[in-house]
């Protein structure tokens, strides 16, 4: 088939590895130079987005946030308004679910689908083409797109309609993020208190303190290894995303906020580029507790 | 072996019925009425703490809070000032770890050894007697006290000397009461956001939001089965516990303090004696949300 994909980098390039790889011929747009080998390996490169959706038939966006959707939909050369024979768009990219909803309506209105498909899963999970996707969109235009997902990833759900996936994605930073810092002040908690935090890390492994975070990041936190993984600044963006939908539908929700300020807190502090795992520094840092790692 | 077991209520008594079906010789004072069934089965009804002390080489708490063993241990009729010939003092209240590290210190002058093992598990783990054990104390108290523990739980662990048991559980508390508070957000705001909230759960579940919480208490907050369980009121004094102990450590710990707020709140607008997962109610209510159950 013949597939569009825009914005090839740190997780775009290896989803469309995977394409290429799977027998697709993948027009790109938006490839970082150091991602070039996909055309090495057969990606055809293209000048605009909108000659991407003029040689695909279905077009995957991958892009850093909203407004580059937005741009790339419908900003000058945008594949939006562009003629067939496009018709599908996914978007990957992890954006506002309101926004999503938004830009789903003019293709509709030309009879274009749209899916958005946040994944999870990381860079390795890419690589592996083992991503988690939570997809939104009608049953017609999810089934259109599994081939494609399936050869990205492994956990594929369809949530529900459009943006339904976007909003999995959001509450899925929202946990991940919240549970992070529980574990930084509980670990904190018990250093201060004089225990050992590998030792109570140990204890409640098994109860129902145990968490998948418990396991990875608690225990990063123990043997102070923060090397990314996800980083701080890229969690903030997440959760402020949660903090601006939450705006536009009167929502309150306050831990989640709390949260992103203890993010921008690890971003002044310092640790803004480590994994996300090293918030229990900017923890540690409202206390003035000093580590030697 | 004579056992002495201080405070048989909800959690006590069936911890203390293992003991009496293990062979024990049980000497119970603080015996609530309802399960007055444990004399039956052959426990010894005592008529003070003192005498449960005379009588036992090993004196077992189960007690509501920290005022309630301090009285136990150093009240009028106390066991710690009492002779031979208990020799270790194991207090598997739920209670404050600083208070904990202070209670030890006289009997220990005493040679009277001191071990604090809170459990995790609730009324269903204590009936089948595999209820989690975090301790703290010697190596050696540790060790006489292992074969009583071996009857009334499975997880049993030594997080280390005398209070960090109690500081385990404290850690357990938080991160169990914060994760319940997030997945309340996330599944708040997916449901805001228009999207199926058990659908919601279902992609995330696997992933890096997966934890017990999100499988056991996200279940109860999609299908609106709110019976305790633990209840929230409980939880909120664990928590304040935590805070209480965060202040005399001169520790910061912002998303617990706002945890047991939104507990406060969750108990003034109603849902006090519902299962914790019930929390989302809380959230629920800070932006007038309505639900039919």
Redesign the interface.
Known sequence: MQVGFIGSGVMGSPMAGQLIAGGHEVHLYRVKARHDDLLDRGGKRCDSAAQVAERSEIVILMLPDTDDVESVLFGEEGIADHPAPSKLVIDMSSIS??AT?QFAERPAAKGVGYVDAPV??GEVGAKAGTL?I?A?GSEADFARALPLFEKMGK?I?R???V??GQ??K???Q??????I???A??????K?????PA??R???M?????????E?HGDRMVKRTFDPGFRIRLHRKDLSS?ID??RQ????????A??QQ?MNGAVAIGPGDRDHSALIQM?EH??AIKHDA
Chains 1, 2 share one sequence.
Not at 174 to 179: E, P, S
Not at 192 to 196: R, T
Not at 249 to 256: A, E, G
Request: glycine share 12%.
């Open positions: 679910p309101v909803k999870s899963g988690s939570m939104g956990n759900t949530v529900g309609g943006g339904d909003t999995a959001v509450a899925n929202i946990i991940v993020g919240l549970t810092e529980a574990i002040e509980a670990l904190t908690f018990a201060a208190a004089g225990a050992e030792k109570v140990e204890a409640l098994g109860g129902f303190a145990s968490s998948r975070i418990l990875v949660a939908a939450a539908l009167d929502l309150s929700l306050p831990n989640t709390a949260t203890l923890i409202l206390s």
